[in-house]
């Protein structure tokens, strides 16, 4: 049903271009005023608005209209009928976010358009910047697809139709399913957020933790934040896992704003924390170094620094010969490096040399070079 798109390269591309243009870090929008929540809404900042004043769930649909084959049909048949409409936004707010070639196409204007189509322009390509954004966030890779979300943002559940619906009855036999684990999610999430017994709020983190994909745990990280606030001891043995938590969500963020130096700082930072395991420490200072390159490929020292830590923090694990082997691949570099910026000295012919010298001189010669030939590889 789904078919794989551009859009994570949009999302890329978007990135570059906010970085090359020097653009400032991209600052959430306030929330538009008067929200109608009796449709869907076409942006997330609205719809979370909307569902916390209603105190509801969102049913977010990422679609590609005019290009995935699959989304407008959907809409036209079920997800825009009246039908749908009454039935739906009873328990949710509805959002859609759609990456439409044609939206991406309205947002480019030549230079002959009028101040007032490049002002609509201008506005649609932000919109877009924070849809692409969202996107990123959500680990979007192709259209169409679905969640259920808390007001806060936390993945609920992926909805996944495995087979074509083409009416609201479908739909509901699909929600039916997902029944009992909303519930188990709704239960969990209540307790950590209003259990008087620390130790039952600690527990109920940690489990929503196991109930949500691995790819959407940092959305978590204010309940992470508030799992480190109450066991401030780690009484527990699982705080070091939502500091790890934590850097994650933050080195996000630092990323999708084009920072790719703040986000290994994230890492590097969370693998100074007592409360980390030696697998946590590894995992942190390899990721700290694998972002850093993506920002400074040419600084191999510091490179090389986050890898040595992350083979020292646990040498007996699975990975650390891979570290290592990383370590001394970056050592080649650094003698390649520094070899080809070593100042070559002008040599100076003498007034006569005899064949046996001469000979002793090419044989001299060829000693560095056999040399810088073996540092290279």
Same mark, same amino acid.
């Given at each position: 049903m789904k078919k794989q798109l551009k859009l994570v390269v949009l999302a890329m591309t978007a990135l570059a271009v906010l970085a090359s243009c020097s653009r400032p870090k991209n600052k959430a929008r306030k929330p538009s005023e008067n929200i109608d929540s009796t449709s869907w809404i076409d942006n997330l900042i609205d719809g979370k608005a909307a569902a916390v004043k209603e105190n509801k769930k969102i049913f977010l649909f990422f679609s590609g209209d005019d290009q995935d084959g699959a989304s407008a049909g959907l809409k036209e048949k079920v997800f825009n009928t009246e039908e749908f409409m009454r039935v739906y936004t009873d328990k949710y707010v509805l959002v859609n976010l759609d990456f439409s070639d044609s939206r991406f196409e309205a947002a480019r204007v030549d230079s002959s358009a009028t101040d007032e189509e490049k002002?609509?322009?201008?506005?649609?390509?932000?919109?877009?910047?924070?849809?692409?954004?969202?996107?990123?966030?959500?680990? $979007?890779?192709?259209?169409?697809?679905?969640?259920?979300?808390?007001?806060?943002?936390?993945?609920?559940?992926?909805?996944?139709?495995?087979?074509?619906?083409?009416?609201?009855?479908?739909?509901?036999? #699909?929600?039916?399913?997902?029944?009992?684990?909303?519930?188990?999610?709704?239960?969990?999430?209540?307790?950590?957020?209003?259990?008087?017994?620390?130790?039952?709020?600690?527990?109920?983190?940690?489990?929503?933790?196991?109930?949500?994909?691995? =790819?959407?745990?940092?959305?978590? #990280?204010?309940?992470?934040?508030?799992?480190?606030?109450?066991?401030?001891?780690?009484?527990?043995?699982?705080?070091?896992?939502? $500091?790890?938590?934590?850097?994650?969500?933050?080195?996000? =963020?630092?990323?999708?704003?084009?920072?790719?130096?703040?986000?290994?700082?994230?890492?590097?930072?969370?693998?100074?924390?007592?409360?980390?395991?030696?697998?946590?420490?590894?995992?942190?200072?390899?990721?700290?170094?694998?972002?850093?390159?993506?920002?400074?490929?040419?600084?191999?020292?510091?490179?090389?620094s986050y890898f040595e830590k992350s083979y020292k923090a646990d040498p007996e694990s699975p990975y650390a010969e891979q570290i290592q082997n990383m370590v001394k691949m970056l050592e080649e570099r650094i003698a390649e490096f520094e070899a080809k910026a070593k100042p070559v000295e002008p040599e100076t012919e003498p007034e006569a040399v005899s064949q046996d010298a001469a000979e002793a001189s090419d044989e001299a010669g060829d000693a560095p070079a056999e040399t810088s030939d073996a540092a290279q590889n």
């Open positions: 002002k609509t322009a201008a506005e649609l390509e932000k919109r877009l910047e924070e849809d692409l954004r969202d996107a990123s966030l959500y680990n $979007i890779e192709a259209t169409p697809t679905f969640f259920i979300l808390t007001k806060e943002g936390y993945v609920v559940k992926e909805v996944i139709f495995e087979k074509p619906v083409s009416s609201v009855e479908e739909v509901n036999d #699909v929600f039916a399913t997902l029944e009992d684990d909303i519930a188990v999610y709704d239960n969990t999430l209540s307790a950590a957020e209003n259990s008087v017994d620390k130790k039952d709020r600690l527990e109920a983190i940690d489990k929503l933790f196991e109930l949500t994909d691995a =790819q959407h745990r940092y959305l978590l #990280v204010d309940l992470s934040g508030l799992y480190v606030k109450l066991d401030k001891k780690n009484e527990t043995g699982n705080v070091g896992k939502h $500091i790890v938590a934590i850097a994650n969500a933050n080195a996000v =963020q630092a990323y999708i704003d084009q920072d790719p130096v703040a986000a290994s700082e994230q890492f590097a930072n969370a693998a100074k924390s007592k409360f980390l395991s030696s697998v946590e420490k590894q995992q942190c200072y390899y990721t700290a170094g694998y972002l850093y390159g993506q920002s400074a490929p040419n600084d191999f020292e510091k490179i090389k």
